[in-house]
């Protein structure tokens, strides 16, 4: 790509929302140095700005083009790889080609991040030596990295203390051979016990990327990664558009986690984009888990990706599980859900001192707080959803925007002293545990709670919300509650059952089974749901090959695309009036149309939202759509937004 032929550069413009590259001339003292990927500083409109070389050309169709003033760093900033995966994100998620280079930019920290000294996963001691099926699985893998057209591997299954454990075997032929391995988390949480392990075994050649890194720090890795330096890099879904110098192996840990989806422009999930980089260049990808994503295990069963099965979670004879319909009782104008045989079992590991853990998806004292006399419900004046109740403080709070007010029992629309707290949360459970088991020492741990929450030693009872899925092992407890799932099962998002189950399977695998009596007891006012009847039975594919022929019926994802066009502004009138518009020229295209409606939180933070879902079997066909009718904007009154393959659509 050198010489002096090359007079002009096609370059991209990180951030902007132009579908167009920008011719810029090559000064003479460049000609010999320039190459595509090489960042630059060029003059854009009035202003110096840095830009992406794209391309070299010996002519320009532009009279007058602009010199490149200077070029960045001695080495091109993105590999051609790179610009390629770049470019397939602006055509797979809608956005511009530089909006995506813009993911790979070094940007500084807009605002502080908080990365906690106690980390997400707890309890995580690895052990010595690695038991037969931990060999089983390694002796695989190893297997599928000498396979020059390798599948990405789907490892089903294990704690990640088990999976840390074969990792460090595996990556140790690739530092050996000077190859780099991708290690790629959800949460900045995970990544300094995972570098307490590699450091220890691979001392100076690891690295952690994460947004909670300086600007400095962020620039240092990128130069240690880019030359080799460093062999083991962890990172969150940001380390993806690093470019490396040798990369040898990609792991994606918990791959189903909805984290992995950005929520900013590029709108991209991490998983298309790390399967797509290891596709371009040529390399080994796992994708590991509790439980797959339902598009994951489809890919599997269709053997684009290889299955692997791991670990004691497929042995029917290790856990104990039970559906109960739920009993009902008022108690202090509060339902409370507690089978006779839910009591006894809680008495028996008292009596064995072993623990029992509480699933909740909820804190607070209840759900929602409601008028008999009238039906009025008590909401968040700013994200208009439901107020929850805090017994403790004596107060209404919303879990949004942490809006508060003191709880009263007259209700502010037809002034009776009618309001009630209606549901079960946290504070709820606790209540009524600690009347029937006085003695018992219970503790709720929430996202709140969980830092100051890591010894549980002396613990009889934990309550918890999906927290309990941050700790990698809750040694003792053999018995797990799961109250209400129906709150989860009934949201408004065709998800909805799959992030139920992942949740569910992610406990299960927590509980220690080591005792021989590990218990689960689900209850639910609707026991026939097939996610229930499949966790009963422990037929996790059942489940899959039920709900994929839910998906497929109705044409979600694996079987169809989507993509959810949100409007949103202060003012009501001006939302809904924008959303019908564009909602009428979508309907113009042969695509399904759905709203425009209230979003599930139709109010959050001030700002009213509208949905509109566009739904296509075909991805193509859904992204032309959108580039036709070009819906993104933002005015001073409103802000369009698309998301294109949404992880949830509330």
């Not at 699933?359 to 009238?374: D, E």
């Not at 004596?394 to 002034?415: A, F, I, W």
Request: positive net charge.
């Amino acid at each position: 790509m050198k010489g002096t032929m090359n007079n002009f550069a096609k370059v991209i413009i990180p951030g902007i929302a132009l579908d167009r590259l920008f011719d810029y001339a090559i000064p003479p003292g460049l000609k010999e140095d320039i190459r595509v990927g090489h960042l630059v500083n060029v003059n854009f409109g009035h202003q110096d700005i840095q830009a992406i070389v794209s391309e070299l050309l010996p002519k320009s169709k532009i009279p007058k083009a602009k010199d490149i003033i200077s070029i960045v760093s001695p080495q091109p900033f993105l590999s051609e790889t790179m610009l390629e995966l770049t470019h397939w994100i602006a055509d797979h998620y809608f956005c511009s080609w530089g909006e995506a280079i813009e993911a790979c930019l070094i940007k500084p920290v807009k605002r502080p991040v908080k990365v906690e000294k106690i980390k997400e996963q707890k309890n995580l001691d690895l052990p010595g030596l690695l038991t037969g099926e931990q060999n089983r699985i390694l002796e695989q893998l190893r297997t599928f990295q000498q396979d020059l057209n390798n599948k990405p591997v789907l490892l089903w299954g294990g704690l990640t203390s088990e999976r840390i454990t074969i990792y460090l075997e595996l990556v140790d032929p690739l530092i050996k051979s000077q190859r780099q391995v991708l290690i790629i988390v959800p949460q900045i949480g995970m990544i300094d016990l995972l570098q307490h392990h590699f450091s220890a075994r691979y001392p100076g050649k690891v690295i952690s990327l994460h947004s909670g890194l300086s600007t400095g720090e962020k620039h240092k890795a990128w130069e240690e990664i880019r030359t080799g330096k460093v062999s083991i890099i962890l990172g969150t879904r940001m380390a993806v558009f690093y470019s490396f110098q040798k990369l040898g192996l990609m792991i994606m840990e918990d791959e189903q986690d909805t984290a992995y989806k950005s929520d900013q422009k590029p709108m991209y999930h991490t998983r298309d984009v790390v399967a797509k980089k290891a596709e371009l260049e040529r390399i080994p990808l796992i994708f590991a888990t509790a439980a797959p994503s339902a598009e994951s295990y489809y890919k599997a069963i269709k053997d684009d990706y290889k299955l692997l099965k791991f670990g004691n979670l497929f042995d029917q004879e290790i856990v104990k599980i039970q559906v109960q319909e739920l009993p009902k009782r008022i108690q202090k104008d509060t339902l409370v859900y507690f089978s006779q045989s839910f009591i006894q079992a809680i008495e028996s590991r008292l009596q064995k001192q072993e623990r029992a853990a509480f699933f909740v998806n909820m804190r607070g004292y209840s759900t929602y707080v409601y008028c008999r006399m009238c039906k009025f419900v008590m909401k968040c004046p700013d994200c208009d959803v439901a107020l929850t109740v805090s017994a403790e403080k004596n107060t209404l709070y919303c879990r949004y925007c942490q809006y508060t007010q003191k709880q009263t029992t007259e209700c502010p629309s037809c002034h009776t002293q009618h309001l009630r707290p209606i549901g079960i949360g946290m504070e709820t459970v606790t209540a009524a545990l600690q009347d029937i088991f006085p003695q018992a020492k219970i503790k709720r741990i929430d996202a709140q709670t969980y830092e100051q929450s890591n010894n549980l030693r002396d613990i009889d009872i934990i309550i918890g919300t999906q927290v309990l899925n941050k700790y990698d092992y809750l040694p003792n407890t053999t018995l797990l509650g799961v109250l209400l799932i129906d709150l989860l099962l009934n949201l408004p998002d065709f998800r909805a059952a799959e992030h139920t189950f992942q949740t569910l399977i992610g406990l299960i695998q927590r509980l220690d089974t080591a005792k021989g009596n590990t218990e689960v007891i689900i209850q639910a006012e609707n026991v026939d749901h097939y996610l229930l009847a499949s966790i009963k039975n422990q037929d996790w594919a059942s489940f899959y090959r039920l709900e994929l022929e839910f998906r497929k019926q109705l044409k979600y994802p694996p079987f169809g695309s989507l993509a959810q066009v949100e409007v949103r502004g202060a003012d009501k009138d001006k939302v809904e009036k924008a959303a019908l518009a564009l909602a009428g020229e979508f309907k113009k295209s042969t695509i399904k149309v759905y709203g425009p409606a209230p979003s599930f939180r139709a109010k959050l933070r001030g700002q009213y939202r509208q949905h509109i879902m566009l739904k296509s079997s075909s991805h193509n066909a859904l992204i032309k759509v959108l580039q036709k009718v070009k819906p993104n904007k933002r005015t001073t009154a409103i802000t369009i937004s698309t998301d294109v393959d949404p992880v949830e659509v509330l």
